[in-house]
């Protein structure tokens, strides 16, 4: 395994956290350890080098790598169940009897590779049901990821992914192989989705405000004014009575935040 110097070291999570809002400041074994294969490979022989590389060049395909080596894309179908609980039964019946334009606004922000807004539209489907035409209710999912996107867009999950989903729904929203254990999201699910590349450290300026915004463990690799900065961008867009929804083990700074907390990981726009 390459050792890194502490300046490079410094070098390289300065440069993370800038661009990408990720504080890698305690994590200098992580570092060496999922990076020294990917830097010998590239033909590099020091973190020197490939540091030098990184800063230097900013080239998108070994970013790219970089980031997916040092953060964990780990997710399934109804990962923290709670949440989309409660987006079923109280959230989306306020939406339902509230919105008058018959859109809903709903954003999966660091989406990975695509199983919560799915499952968001999974339940808006059972929600609405014969009445689904009706509404635009097609998702936003981002990602700064291209590989975790390449994978949401193609929907194809084994069935350890689909483990908390009941057979019903499995039969209903998914095509499975006949040769693996593989399962497709349906296409009537994955055209309710729209895919896009989106780094939650750039302004947010999309052309509509939020009903719900999901952001779930992905603060987990930020510190506490980077979080701070993140929330605020959210809160600015998000529609009045909105929510924001975060991972069960993050937590917000209640004092800079105007959005009101609800409970464990639940807040929401007065």
């Known amino acids: ?17 800038k661009n990408y809002g990720i504080d890698l ?13 990917t830097i010998t490979a590239m033909g590099f022989t020091s973190f020197t080098d490939y540091v030098d590389h990184i ?19 780990y997710t399934y179908f109804m990962r923290e169940e709670a949440h989309f ?24 922000a660091g989406c990975s590779s695509g199983e919560e807004p799915y499952t968001i539209s999974m339940i808006i489907k059972e929600a609405l049901g014969a009445q689904a035409a009706l ?6 999912a981002t990602d700064i990821s291209q590989n975790a996107l390449k994978a949401a867009k193609e929907a194809v999950y084994d069935g350890d992914s689909l483990k908390n989903l009941s057979p019903e729904w499995r039969a209903k929203y998914f095509v499975k192989s006949r040769e693996q254990n593989l399962y ?15 780094n939650l450290m750039d302004p947010i300026k999309f052309r ?9 463990n992905v603060m987990i690799y930020f510190d506490q004014n980077t979080k701070d900065g993140l929330i605020q961008r959210f809160y600015d867009a998000t529609s ?16 800079k935040t105007a959005y009101r907390y609800l409970m464990p990981a639940t807040y929401r726009k007065e």
């Open 55 to 73: 800063l230097s060049s900013k080239n998108p395909a070994d970013l790219e790598i970089m980031l997916n080596k040092l953060t964990t894309n």
């Open 184 to 198: 497709t999201v349906s296409p009537a699910i994955k055209s309710n989705v729209i895919f896009q590349t989106f």
């Open 240 to 255: 009045p009575g909105g929510y924001l929804l975060i991972g069960h083990s993050e937590t917000i700074n209640k004092e």
């Open 25 to 37: 400041s305690k994590k200098m074994q992580l570092i060496m350890g999922r990076l020294s294969n």
């Open 85 to 108: 609980k409660f987006f079923r039964d109280t959230i989306l019946p306020y939406l339902l009897s509230t919105k008058k334009n018959k859109v809903l606004s709903i954003w999966s």
């Open 1 to 17: 395994m390459l050792t890194i110097s502490q300046q490079d070291f410094i070098r390289l999570v300065n440069f993370v956290k």
């Open 208 to 216: 509509l405000k939020f009903d719900v915004i999901f952001c779930r």
């Open 135 to 140: 509404w635009d209710t097609r998702v936003l």
